[in-house]
């Protein structure tokens, strides 16, 4: 008998690794699910740009590759190489670039309604207002622009969400991501979409399961024609966290997903 498919759930911006019980009814093997966000006043802006532009975006990528390589050594040190890796939003980039690495050995690949590949014109406008966020930052000082932040949290978040999702579970994650911190979490953001989820994805060679959102973030087409072997599935009137908020059936899906691959030759 074959022993159960060993999982890695990556959340998403702002997010924390407490999403991954939503998908525990659908893997019956180990699961891991580290909380990978830069921790509150960790980043030191005394040599950060004063005004949005290329050093900036450089320094933003070097936040985001850190986190890369942070996770990677996480999931290596845990022993999970050779597991299914699942990501959330920008989790599911990060799996993706775990995915295409050999040393990773990922059994499958699962994007959870992921910017993957990243739409070219949602890069630049992420890079120009994170980019602005963290240069208020330097220019004002962290509690100013961390009351500014809150404020426009609606800006950020309101379009995630379907009009039927309302109650605990959303008001949970608007506050995680109101309170986040304005440096550390628009670094975060304004890094990752400079990944090149692109060219991982034509390195993968795991199968591939992508669940979308309605409305959600997932580029359809462009992943499709990215993978034409990608198992593509949109789950109706869900938005943005489907695996919060359309649980059961995402669980449902992944369950079908992570029993295939345990069955298959190439997993041992």
Known sequence: MRAALPAVFLHGWCGHGDEAEHLKPALSGPLL??????????MELEAWPQEHGPAMDVAMAQVANQIHQHVRHAILQAGFAGSLLIGHSMGGALACLLAADPAIAAQG????????????????????????????????????????????QPNRTDHF?????????RALIERRMAHS?????????????????????????????????????????????????????????????LHVFAAREVQDLIKVFSLDLAGSDGYR
């Not at 699910?33 to 960790?42: E, H, R, V």
Request: glycine residues 8%; proline residues 12%.
């Open 181 to 241: 911190p304005v440096v550390e979490a628009a670094a975060t953001l304004g890094g990752y979409v400079q990944w090149p989820t692109a060219a991982a994805l034509e390195q993968l060679r795991c199968p591939l399961l992508a669940l979308a959102g309605d409305p959600g973030r997932l580029p359809v087409a462009a992943l499709r024609q990215a993978r034409p072997d990608a198992v593509i599935q949109i789950i109706p009137n869900s938005g943005h966290f």
């Open 109 to 152: 690949l699962v994007l959870l309604d992921s910017s993957v590949p990243m739409p070219p014109q949602r890069r630049v406008e992420a890079l120009q207002r994170m980019g602005n966020w963290v240069a208020r930052a330097v220019r004002e000082g962290r509690l100013p622009a961390q009351a500014a932040w809150i404020l426009d």
């Open 161 to 169: 969400f379907h009009p039927r999702e309302q109650g605990a579970a």
């Open 33 to 42: 699910a580290p909380s990978w966000m830069p921790a509150p006043g960790s």
